[in-house]
């Protein structure tokens, strides 16, 4: 299984980006995939989360109304919309994928991880 990560760049504050993370290799089921941030000095820390059959939806309070995770079953694909940057959303942005049910919260939760995606939010 392969979750690669993409749509990161460099953006002003107050603006956009979609993240995009797409799971190919063998068919797997999963409970839910999410996407977790880690900025420089800091711990990974979990940003948002899909339950991959009900499309219930997670999000930490520092992102809630601002990003929007949703999913394509028939790309296989999970998406992070991301509004309002600040500069504080500035890290490596991953996403992952959770085999069996359990707290989405935990990255330790997760079997599968994809390899990162920048995001730089600029003043």
């Known amino acids: 299984v392969q979750l690669q990560a993409s749509g990161g760049g460099l953006v002003q504050a107050g603006g956009s980006l979609r993240l995009s993370c797409a799971a190919s290799?063998?068919?797997?089921?999963?409970?839910?995939m999410g996407w977790f941030r880690q900025a420089p000095g800091k711990e990974r820390e979990f940003v948002a989360a899909i339950t991959w059959t009900t499309g219930t939806t997670y999000y930490s309070d520092s992102v809630r109304g601002r990003f929007t995770i949703s999913r394509d079953k028939a790309k296989n694909t999970v998406y992070l919309q991301m509004k309002s940057l600040e500069l504080e959303d500035t890290a490596v942005y991953y996403c992952?994928?959770?085999?069996?049910?359990?707290?989405?919260?935990?990255?330790?939760?997760?079997?599968?991880w994809g390899q990162g995606t920048l995001v730089t939010v600029s003043s």
């Open positions: 290799g063998r068919p797997f089921s999963r409970d839910a």
């Open positions: 992952a994928a959770k085999v069996y049910s359990g707290n989405v919260y935990y990255p330790g939760q997760y079997d599968f």
